[in-house]
């Protein structure tokens, strides 16, 4: 049981690190940011991909990770009470 | 004993789902409050930076064979002066009449995507700007030229050149314009299509003029099913095409809407 709590912190841990509004590399109001060099030498950043940029706005594992943890706490809380009544 | 270990797990599991859901719930009110701000970006950009007649006359003009040809410079509605002192990326601006494509058009020096998730301030934004990469020339001369544009769901960025997918708009729509700081570019809608997730510039040599036939004679027969396409628009070897490529509502595709350069005029 203690390794499926940890296993559950670690994916939505991983699953948060995926979110833009959440990763630091961006500049987002909760995102650290990187100290300003003086003299930054700009090297461009071209995109070799092969892949067309993404954009669309899909907000699917957001959603996803508030569906799977509402049935997780519902589920959660049922064995709780059941628990407890057993008691 | 194990029954208390038991209770005591399954509370740590509901704390721990209760944190993520209000985690995910943050997630999703910032970004809704980043899209609120960003639409406020937008509006105040085309309040401040183009005047309201020209802006109207944009929509207005709908043939441009029928434009007087006095030989005149036409009106340019957009203040690229003060709009590039607050950004120098900013190089065009694109209108669509009927949709809500009225944006400028930037290009980064430093990173060709930087303008998918930042506005026309450099301000990290959700929903991005109307952007093209450095492999197009800012002054549309390239046989094709790329903008990309997020399909957001509030309409905003291109999610509105979906409206070229109903034959009826399609067919009473046929052009859109660009300015740049001296010069007005009207463009032929050729053909609107789902298309896969190709980078188109980096998977076509347009120098080439088989490819670049190739690529006009699918711009006019494309292969989907939910096309819409003006087969009576001559292209050839000359052309100037303009692809506004967005992501479609579901899988990995991409949904473009091309345009022919039909008429370069110089502005005042």
């Known amino acids: 049981m203690k390794k499926l709590v940890t296993i559950v912190i670690a994916v939505m841990i991983m699953a948060f690190s995926t979110l ?12 650290t940011t990187q100290p300003e060099t003086q003299a930054t030498t700009v090297v461009p950043k071209p995109d070799s991909g092969k892949t067309s940029p993404k954009t669309g706005s899909s907000d699917v594992l957001a959603y996803s990770l508030i569906a799977v943890s509402v049935i997780g706490c519902g589920v959660a809380s049922v064995a709780l009470v059941k628990s407890a009544k057993k008691n | ?97 009927d949709t809500n494509v009225h944006y400028p058009v930037l290009q980064s020096t430093e990173d060709d995507n930087f303008y998918l998730d930042h506005d026309v301030y450099k301000n990290y934004s959700f929903p991005g700007a109307i952007y093209s990469q450095s492999m197009n020339k800012k002054d549309y001369s390239d046989r094709v030229t790329v903008l990309y544009g997020h399909n957001m769901l509030n309409g905003s960025m291109f999610a509105t050149i979906y409206r070229f997918a109903d034959a009826q708009f399609f067919e009473e729509h046929p052009y859109f314009y660009v300015y740049t700081a001296d010069r007005k570019l009207t463009y032929e809608v050729v053909s609107a299509f789902d298309y896969d997730d190709r980078h188109i510039l980096n998977s076509f040599n347009f120098n080439e003029d088989s490819v670049f036939s190739d690529w006009l004679t699918a711009a006019q027969s494309p292969h989907s099913l939910y096309s819409n396409v003006r087969t009576d628009v001559k292209l050839d070897l000359n052309s100037k095409m303009l692809v506004l490529s967005t992501c479609t509502n579901s899988g990995d595709g991409r949904y473009l809407l091309q345009g022919v350069l039909i008429k370069d005029e110089q502005t005042r």
């Open chain 1, 20 to 31: 833009s509004a959440f990763a630091v590399s961006v500049d987002s109001p909760v995102a």
């Open chain 2, 1 to 97: 004993m194990k029954q208390e270990q038991k209770r005591k797990l399954l509370i740590t599991l509901i704390v721990v789902f209760a944190l993520v859901i209000i985690g995910a719930v943050g997630y999703v009110v910032i970004k809704q409050l980043g899209l609120f701000s960003s639409e406020e970006t937008y509006r105040e950009v085309q309040q401040s930076y183009v005047t309201t007649a020209a802006a109207t006359a944009a929509e207005t003009i709908t043939d441009p064979a029928n434009t007087d040809e006095t030989g005149f410079p036409v009106n340019n509605p957009i203040d690229f002066e003060n709009l590039r002192a607050q950004n120098p990326d900013v190089y065009s601006w694109i209108d669509i009449p």
